[in-house]
């Protein structure tokens, strides 16, 4: 595509439901970031992709985030049993290379808001 | 380990006026910086990067921004703001890790406020 594209754009959800949220990076794009960006606050590194491995997941805050990526392209990231505290903007990037340097292209993000 | 410091959550400039936005980095390898924009209910667009070479970086939309190494810093700069410049500005930095891969770090964000 064009450009990374997310959905669903906004969720609102119940504290303890599980949610999924969708990635599609741009086409041909190796590398797949996921940040998190809470109000008043930067964004939060949670876990990258080189193709469809996942070498640092370092930034996932619980056990309760879980992230995948299938043919080196779409990613999920899954969120159970969800709390207030993991409302927030979900962004996800992608860019051509992991190399350092490389431009970073988000997406518009998926707002969460538990409930 | 690496960081940036953005000073300055709000910043209202006039305008017309000169627009400078705050940056400092830690690092403990030569940096690769970067400038983000973000509009409301958007995502973030690089503005402008510094990897290697000229230490004076220019952008899209009239902004630019100086690496100095002495002193840490990477502000950005615009001599004459516009409405449209209303926005919030991510600095980053990034290093090259051994796992051959780049791990940004981002500021906590300035926002962007312009006055008629």
């Known amino acids: 595509g064009a450009g990374v594209s997310q959905s669903p754009s906004n969720k609102v959800t119940e504290k303890g439901k599980d949610v999924e949220l969708r990635c599609d990076p741009i086409s041909g794009h190796t590398a797949l970031y996921w940040y998190r960006q809470s109000l008043g606050q930067g964004l939060e590194f949670l876990i990258y992709?080189?193709?469809?491995?996942?070498?640092?997941k370092s930034g996932l805050p619980s056990d309760r985030f879980s992230a995948e990526r299938t043919g080196g392209s779409v990613s999920t990231l899954t969120i159970q049993r969800t709390q207030q505290e993991d409302s927030a903007v979900y962004l996800c990037?992608?860019?051509?290379?992991?190399?350092?340097?490389?431009?970073?292209?988000f997406g518009e993000g998926s707002w969460l808001t538990v409930v | 380990a690496q960081s940036v410091t953005q000073l300055g959550s709000h910043v209202s400039v006039s305008e017309g006026a000169l627009v400078l936005l705050r940056c400092n980095y830690s690092s403990s390898v030569p940096p690769y910086l970067f400038w983000y924009v973000q509009y409301p209910n958007q995502g973030l667009q690089l503005l402008l990067k510094y990897t290697t070479g000229a230490t004076l970086v220019k952008g899209i939309n009239g902004f630019e921004a100086e690496f100095k190494k002495s002193e840490t810093s990477f502000h950005l700069t615009k001599p004459s703001a516009h409405m449209s410049d209303a926005a919030e500005y991510f600095c980053a930095v990034t290093a090259p890790y051994s796992g051959g891969y780049q791990k940004v770090t981002f500021g906590t964000g300035t926002k962007l406020q312009v006055i008629p």
């Open positions: 990037a992608s860019s051509l290379v992991a190399g350092a340097g490389n431009t970073i292209y």
């Open positions: 992709f080189q193709g469809n491995s996942a070498p640092d």
